[in-house]
């Protein structure tokens, strides 16, 4: 069934968007209207855009990353009241949110420590404020405490965060503005863990950067030392999209196979075992 929200897992800030806090250790649909065609989850808070190109909220609002103006919780969804502004879709960081509108602006609010809501400045913000002067972005995702996102000429920029260079702009200084990505690339996705990200090309090659660790770059060794530049990950070419989780990666092919690297303590790569994965 398409257009239903599903959860499980914790529910300790009411991010099931049910009115409750009971936990489920099953998927199950929370909100019984099938009006959604997209959704996000952070550390502790939920975005959705809806058909009409609304957008709605709920969960833990500790920083703001709600965007209703105020530090409430809400455990149902709440509407973001934006005049004139249609959604196109949203990420959520660890304590922040990006969204992009159906006319090519990029919105942010929530927490604001690192520059992560790319407005030239570290306050927080329990508003959406706009990033930058541009209308012609096309993609924006969020992790941990950075942003990303490619514009219309699929060039690939990135904000916030940058201890162990996952924005990819060949240093580790934090950005509070968004920042190009090193290499004349043309990106069609990215993704990011906590601490690394992963990006698809036109051509369907991927590359990653950031902390290596467990092995999440997957470039045959993991390493202590970050790399802040995107680095390609093996030969192939037939890559078709990608994903990552807080230390680890996924990756299908266009023949339909999924793969996967990084670490895998809880047997998150889906390999039969917990070993780590490089």
């Known amino acids: 069934t398409s257009g239903y929200i599903m959860a499980w897992g914790r529910n300790s800030r009411g991010q099931y968007g049910n009115d409750t806090r009971e936990q489920l250790d099953s998927p199950t649909i929370t909100i019984n209207e099938n009006i959604w065609t997209q959704v996000s989850s952070g550390s502790g808070h939920v975005a959705a855009v809806d058909k009409n190109g609304n957008l709605y909220t709920w969960g833990n609002n500790s920083y703001g990353e709600l965007g209703t103006g105020d530090g409430r919780q809400r455990t149902v969804p709440t509407m973001i009241v934006f005049p004139s502004k249609r959604w196109k879709m949203v990420s959520c960081g660890s304590s922040h949110t990006v969204a992009l509108t159906e006319d090519g602006e990029i919105y942010s609010w929530g927490r604001n420590i690192y520059g992560q809501l790319g407005i030239d400045s570290i306050r927080n913000n329990n508003t959406p404020q706009k990033v930058g002067n541009r209308s012609n972005w096309q993609y924006v995702f969020a992790s941990g405490n950075q942003s990303y996102a490619i514009d219309s000429n699929f060039k690939l920029y990135s904000w916030g965060q940058n201890n162990n260079g996952q924005l990819g702009i060949g240093n580790r200084s934090n950005s509070r503005i968004p920042a190009l990505t090193q290499g004349n690339r043309d990106w069609v996705?990215?993704?990011?863990?906590?601490?690394?990200?992963?990006?698809?090309?036109?051509?369907?090659?991927?590359?990653?950067?950031?902390?290596?660790?467990?092995?999440?770059?997957?470039?045959?060794?993991?390493?202590?030392?970050?790399?802040?530049?995107?680095?390609?990950?093996?030969?192939?070419?037939?890559?078709?999209?990608?994903?990552?989780?807080?230390?680890?990666?996924?990756?299908?092919?266009?023949?339909?196979?999924?793969?996967?690297?990084?670490?895998?303590?809880?047997?998150?790569?889906?390999?039969?075992n917990d070993s780590l994965q490089e």
């Not at 036109?202 to 995107?230: D, H, L, V």
């Not at 680095?231 to 339909?256: D, E, P």
């Open 189 to 272: 996705k990215i993704s990011g863990g906590e601490f690394h990200a992963i990006g698809l090309t036109k051509n369907g090659e991927i590359y990653t950067w950031g902390r290596n660790n467990y092995g999440q770059m997957g470039i045959g060794r993991k390493s202590f030392s970050a790399t802040p530049i995107p680095t390609k990950v093996g030969m192939k070419n037939n890559w078709a999209n990608v994903s990552s989780g807080y230390h680890y990666c996924l990756a299908v092919n266009t023949n339909g196979e999924l793969y996967s690297w990084g670490q895998n303590n809880y047997g998150q790569l889906g390999l039969g």
